[in-house]
């Protein structure tokens, strides 16, 4: 793909054109990254046979979320870019380096419906034959997959040939970014092993790790690196901000009534995990006295079988939980559309971000 | 501590004071910037209660040989530098995060005589009457602190004042310090998993995680920090990997025979993790028939209870394996001190890269 003065995506189609194209050239920027990445550290090493396949392999099943948001934070201010678009694409990274560690904490032994990098792992391991424990092997070999995912981030952000004065802008938004991360995935951590949180915890995870991680800090990151500080700028923030929320909100619901065929994740992932997520916590604090007793009670389960997840699941459609996040989505959405409406940021960008607000909430995976 | 004209740390003693005192002042340094970012993610958050004692703790207790030798790899290029001093310090940050996530995958409970991190947040899991496993949750709470410190460093390292010209010159040694550190980790399970690594397996992990990410690596960025490619970089890079490769030969040797009161691990821990260790390694390849088997017969056991423990410690010493890497200890040490003869180095810092060198070899813990 080669920069033109033109930009550098055709311009040709409609916003899902574009962000398809944007998307493609930060799948085709990231995995011959990490791909070279991985020859300097495993080529022609027996310990890295697995890693020299995998890791690339497992950036480019990605979504490529996180880089859209920021180089349309980018394309709000500044026409498009080549060097631009490797900094945003190193999100994706960062991105892998989530997904790596979180399928290992949370246990989860698939990821977008293919084995997780741990079970490749471990698989591995037990096809060797080695000694010791395959599951403890394939979680730490899959922490520190996460761990070279974290460095390349940052190296290939700093490689990315966007100027110094424009990433000095972007390092405090990135900073940032990776910071709440880990702390949030740890704020998330201790949220589950409370007996329930309150909703205001909750919200507080889901602004730190989803709402701030997914859609707000790309998109202030990318338009940071753009322009220093400007109306844009908070805009895009108070944008962020709502939909990243949204976005974590259907998360939440997916993660309980999600079709396992579209998602990718066995039924009801969330309720087997004990996993205190909007919806479950927002269904507690909504319920009547029988149904609160009736969902502490299954929630108190050592083990949910079959049976007691479609259980579960009625009680807490039965709340008005659901469609109580569901307003919540709606109206987020609208708001964020407000938010950037009457701003500087070109027609064009407005119907993009208008598009990924639907493609973050209104969606069945 | 006040950056002067005449250096940042007064050069009244000889080499070991002056390498305490540029340790302490790591030490200020490393806590202070790790307390701040603590402030910034965790300060009135109840998650974080535990994460914003035991960090900065957690530095504070480093013994911040990395940091040294890349300050000294600095000084023997320029004059003393406070901005140089800090990142130099980001190594430490570094290391942080490697013994965070090392001791999970370890499962080692103890660092240092006191309890591993990942014991330290299973305990409080544990005082706080949570649900879930203790022990899972002390381990994942473990690997995002290692992964805040491996953030943090990296951001310690651009903060640190050092000059854009000098940073881009450090940047690959640091990059490459960063892949391998993990790569390696890597490289080290899969020797552990296997039946047993042969001695060139188990010296290329030696090379690529110690003898580098030790002594090599830090001399070379702080040099290189300092100045452009140079022959005392080489110097340098040579006397590096030599003392560090030694360095680990000591290490292995304390992890079989140390005395657990000085080393703060219990009685030969590496055997009881059937580490492939490069004593063991060599153990097995220096053994007669009969001495091979029993070895054999030993390591193969599931557990190893006091009196097989002492059983293999004399079958290992029976070898010759011992005294044989006393003499790659020695003969080590003395081809690093004539690298770095007959350069450009001031003679204050060959003396002090002699102290370290036996600081690194010749200790007890």
Known sequence: MAATTEGVVPASTGPG????????????????FVAERCDEQFLGRGEGALAIEALPEFVREGKFLRPL???????CARPEDEAALRAATSLELLHCFALAQDDVM???????????????????????????????????????????????????LRESGVPEPALARGWPHYDAMRSELAAGQLADLVNDARSLPSWDAVLDVIRRKSG??????????????????APVLRALGEY???????????DDLLGV??????????VSQDLRDRKASSVVVLAVAMAEAP??????LLLDEEFLDDDAITC???????????????????????KALDAIDDTAIPSRMLETLAVLAARCTDRVR
Request: with cysteine.
């Open 240 to 250: 962020g901000g709502l939909v990243g929320e949204a976005f974590q909100f259907r």
């Open 106 to 156: 949370d246990r989860s032994a698939l990821r977008r419906g293919r084995p997780a990098l741990h079970t490749q792992f471990a698989r591995w391991h037990r096809d060797q034959g080695w000694n010791g424990s395959a599951t403890r092997f394939g979680e730490s070999a899959a922490v520190l997959s996460g761990d070279l995912f974290l460095v390349w981030s940052e190296q290939m």
């Open 312 to 334: 579960l699941r009625g009680t807490i459609a039965a709340t008005g939980a659901p469609d109580q996040l569901e307003k919540l989505i709606d109206r987020r959405v609208r």
């Open 257 to 266: 009534f999600g079709d396992p065929d579209l998602t990718g994740k066995p």
């Open 17 to 32: 054109g574009w962000l398809t194209s944007v998307s493609h050239a930060c799948l085709e920027h990231a995995s011959g």
């Open 69 to 75: 948001f920021a180089y349309v934070g980018w394309c």
């Open 291 to 296: 149904q609160r007793r009736e969902l502490q």
């Open 212 to 229: 701030n991680y997914t859609v707000r800090r790309p998109l202030e990151f990318g338009a940071a690196l753009a322009v220093g500080d």
